[in-house]
T-cell receptor, first 110, second 117 residues
Framework: SYVLTQPPSVSVAPGETVRVTCGGI??????VHWYQQKPGQAPVLVIY???DRPSGIPERFSGSNSGDTATLTIDRVEAGDEADYYC?????????????FGPGTKVTVL | QVQLVQSGGEVRKPGASVKVSCKAS????????MHWVRQAPGQGLEWMGW????????NYAQQFQGRVTMTRDTSVSTVYMELNSLRSDDTAVYYC??????????WGEGTLITVSS
């Protein structure tokens, strides 16, 4: 098993920058992916492979990964960015690849 | 465009089984693994396992081994997830999600499974 940690919540004013962290032992050795989930909706992939954006995701969303912490950064935050954000990694430990999600961070736009 | 259409919500009694379907369209079905992920009410995402639609190979998360079975029918581009010996804490929304290497780039709308006596 692999444990990922995230802060339960963060708050940010519109137009500011918010950073959501995802902690894990030597997480830098894995690709980290980030999902946005709004109430009543399915998750949406916003960052994959640490810092790549799927088509249709604004450039305001970016990611980084170093040491024991990966970070999702949202610049120029908008009201529509208010959501839960989950990090996820895939790990092979001699067996077929297993996947793990962080507990999620609620981003509130003030 | 990629679409994953899941079966409708179900209510089951404890100890029963449930089978959820996920019909894929808009891409080559056998070219992408499919994950199943669930989310209990007010809780986070929990990975259940994946299936390779091409070979039928599966890999289940340890906590579900022995209780979950993932299958596919390539003739109708559909994957299935069956969960047995249901308990009240299996009440959740179950999602299928297309794998893009280690991430999941398209998700179904979710299927609410309620386990209640």
């Amino acid at each position: 098993s692999y444990v990922l940690t995230q802060p339960p919540s963060v708050s940010v004013a519109p137009g500011e920058t918010v950073r959501v962290t995802c902690g894990g032992i030597k997480i830098v050795t894995y690709h980290v992916h980030w999902y946005q989930q709004k109430p009543g909706q399915a998750p949406v992939l916003v960052i994959y492979d640490d810092n790549d954006r799927p088509s249709g995701i604004p450039e305001r969303f970016s990611g980084s990964n170093s040491g024991d912490t990966a970070t999702l950064t949202i610049d120029r935050v908008e009201a529509g960015d208010e959501a839960d954000y989950y990090c996820q990694v895939g790990i092979s430990t001699g067996n077929p690849r297993n996947h793990f999600f962080g507990p999620g961070t609620k981003v509130t736009v003030l | 465009q990629v679409q994953l259409v899941q079966s409708g919500g179900e209510v089951r009694k404890p100890g029963a089984s449930v089978k959820v379907s996920c019909k894929a369209s808009g891409y080559t079905f056998t070219a992408y693994y499919m994950h199943w992920v669930r989310q209990a009410p007010g809780q986070g995402l929990e990975w259940m396992g994946w299936i390779n639609p091409h070979s039928g190979d599966t890999n289940y998360a340890q906590q579900f081994q022995g209780r979950v079975t993932m299958t596919r029918d390539t003739s109708v581009s559909t994957v299935y997830m069956e969960l047995n010996s249901l308990r009240s804490d299996d009440t959740a929304v179950y999602y299928c999600a297309r794998a893009k290497y280690d991430s999941s780039d398209s998700w179904g709308e979710g299927t609410l499974i309620t386990v209640s006596s």
